[in-house]
Nanobody, 123 residues
Framework: QVRLVESGGGLVYTGGSLRLSCVVSGLLFGDYAAGWYRQAPGKSREVVAAISGRSEVTYVSNSVTGRFTISRNNTKKTVYLEINSLKPEDTAVYYC????????????????WGQGTQVTVSS
């Protein structure tokens, strides 16, 4: 059974930082691309960042570039999202995603999802 378990969300103030983690089990993690999506209230889910299986390729959405960084540790089967200079508009549920195809993580059509972790940014 494939499981993606996120952690690290919470309530922070504008300008603060968070590090989200997602532990993946049930698949050969290094063979899978991974990424982070977010969904704000009343909005559709959007991709935030993606990373290929061996970290050769990364992508960060233009809306968060310069503030968000994606990384992974295949030994720990974990993908991370470092979030800096948080803004109220970053408030959303953040979802971890994994797929054997990098372009599906980046563009949509992901096979595996986590349950999400709430990030709330207060001004």
């Amino acid at each position: 059974q494939v499981r993606l378990v996120e952690s690290g969300g919470g309530l922070v103030y504008t300008g603060g930082s968070l590090r989200l983690s997602c532990v993946v089990s049930g698949l050969l993690f290094g063979d899978y691309a991974a990424g982070w999506y977010r969904q704000a209230p009343g909005k559709s889910r959007e991709v935030v960042a993606a990373i290929s299986g061996r970290s050769e390729v990364t992508y960060v959405s233009n809306s968060v570039t310069g503030r968000f960084t994606i990384s992974r540790n295949n030994t720990k089967k974990t993908v991370y999202l470092e979030i800096n200079s948080l803004k109220p508009e970053d408030t959303a549920v953040y979802y971890c995603a994994a797929d054997a195809t990098y372009t599906k993580v980046k563009l949509g059509g992901v096979r595996y999802w986590g349950q999400g972790t709430q990030v709330t940014v207060s001004s």
